[in-house]
């Protein structure tokens, strides 16, 4: 069994930057895939990056070059950093693991594993 504890959320004003972690425990994820998604109010839920077993990153449109997607191996944690954050941002923030393939994937239901969610808050 895997579990998944995010932090780091918060709330922030538009233009500032948050760092989000992941700290995963039950299994070691180092060949696996991790991804970050969120959900926004009366939303669905949608991928926003990811990195894979080989460090590889990939990252939806709307973040790129303003959300950096990271793993530190030795800590088992992946991180989401990101900065100039705006109101459209809002969402709580999930990570989640897949544990049957290294590859970064964007579907919510190639992920076994999902942390708790932490929110986060941008205000205008």
């Known amino acids: 069994q895997v579990q998944l504890v995010e932090s780091g959320g918060g709330l922030v004003q538009a233009g500032g930057s948050l760092r989000l972690s992941c700290a995963a425990s039950?299994?070691?994820?180092?060949?696996?895939?991790m991804g970050w998604f969120r959900q926004a109010p009366g939303k669905g839920r949608e991928f926003v990056a990811g990195?894979?077993?080989?460090?590889?990153?990939y990252y939806v449109d709307s973040v790129k070059g303003r959300f950096t997607v990271s793993r530190d191996n030795a800590k088992n944690t992946v991180y989401l950093n990101m900065n100039s954050l705006k109101p459209e941002d809002t969402a709580v923030y999930f990570c989640a693991a897949r544990v049957y393939g290294s590859a970064v994937v964007t579907g919510v239901n190639e992920y076994a594993y999902w942390g708790q969610g932490t929110q986060v808050t941008v205000s205008s």
């Open positions: 990195v894979s077993g080989t460090a590889g990153t």
């Open positions: 039950g299994r070691t994820l180092s060949s696996y895939s």
